[in-house]
């Protein structure tokens, strides 16, 4: 990406800024305006990006949004919904399975018993309960993911491995764009904590030009 655009026609942003509560909004201003640099694309207006970030990314909406979630919430689950918003009416049940129909030629020619396809009682399957849309439920807005936590660190020839790579991406953008300097030393300093703690008796050298 740094080498398809030139500086005025990309936008550098983290997640953590992103999602800082300090200046996540303030971030998402300045990518509203950069979207609306686009021929065809009509952004949101500036007051309003506050109360959109904290929707979307904090996942905390004005209280006056409550019922439509909570409606959105109920079609996720395939049940209606109450006034209140709560799930209403009977459980879900399959309808009935149907017995498999006779094809034409099996009408007319007997089968004996053992012969039969049709000799075996028939078994209905498993009712199953209606699958959950996730993507239409704006209460799940995190991982779903079941399981232990099983720490997995990484080891010190990855953490080496990363904190080069940010070095390079860092030294040669530094020039162009400083921002993108500083982006990647933020990371990088990060990283280096984490490498120090793995080997505590092993020094590990800033990067040359210091973080900042």
Known sequence: ??????????????????????????VTKGLNE????????DPIDQDSVACVWKAVVKN???????????????????????????PQGPPYSPPEPKQPALRETELD??????????????????????ALRRRLDPGHHDSQRKGPAVPRPYTPQQLDSMMNMLLEIGERYKTEDVRLYHIMMGYYEKVREARIKTTPDESVAPPPGGYF
């Open 60 to 86: 905390q909406p004005p209280a006056e949004q409550a019922a439509q979630i909570a409606k959105l919430q109920a079609l996720a689950l395939n049940q209606p919904q109450s006034e209140q918003g709560q």
């Open 34 to 41: 950069f979207l609306g640099q686009v021929e065809g694309v």
């Open 109 to 130: 020619q007997p089968q004996s018993e053992q012969g039969s396809p049709y000799s075996q009682p028939y078994s209905a399957p498993e009712p199953q309960q209606p």
């Open 1 to 26: 990406w740094m080498d398809r655009y030139t500086p005025e026609n990309r936008h550098l942003l983290t997640y953590e800024g992103l999602t800082d509560d300090l200046i996540g909004a303030e």
